[in-house]
Nanobody, 120 residues
Framework: QVQLVESGGGSVQAGGSLRLSCIAS????????MGWFRQAPDNEREEVAS???????AYKDSVKGRFTISRDSSQNALFLQMNDLKPEDTGMYLCAKGYWANCDGRFNAWGQGTQVNVTA
């Protein structure tokens, strides 16, 4: 099982920026869909952004134009650049690896998450 470790979270005021990073323990993770999820207090996870093996991306409507997901295969790394942050962006952000190269299937590996707090 691949291990995923997130970093880059923190507290920022509205309008600020953060860059989240996720490092995978195995290079095979770079062949698969990768995504960022935000976890609610009830532990339900909603997909914020995803990127497949061909670097095609998809975003939750509320973050389009503000967030950018990217990957660097040489570093086994996934990134989420978060600009113009809003209080509603607050939450625990988890890195996840999909089962397939495309992003149509389930996610089968998860990081522990990094907390993002955006104050008004």
């Amino acid at each position: 099982q691949v291990q995923l470790v997130e970093s880059g979270g923190g507290s920022v005021q509205a309008g600020g920026s953060l860059r989240l990073s996720c490092i995978a323990s195995r290079d095979t993770a770079n062949r698969d869909c990768m995504g960022w999820f935000r976890q609610a207090p009830d532990n339900e996870r909603e997909e914020v952004a995803s990127i497949d093996s061909l670097r095609r991306t998809a975003y939750k409507d509320s973050v389009k134009g503000r967030f950018t997901i990217s990957r660097d295969s040489s570093q086994n790394a996934l990134f989420l650049q978060m600009n113009d942050l809003k209080p509603e962006d607050t939450g625990m952000y988890l890195c996840a690896k999909g089962y397939w190269a495309n992003c149509d299937g389930r996610f089968n590996a998860w990081g522990q998450g990094t907390q993002v707090n955006v104050t008004a």
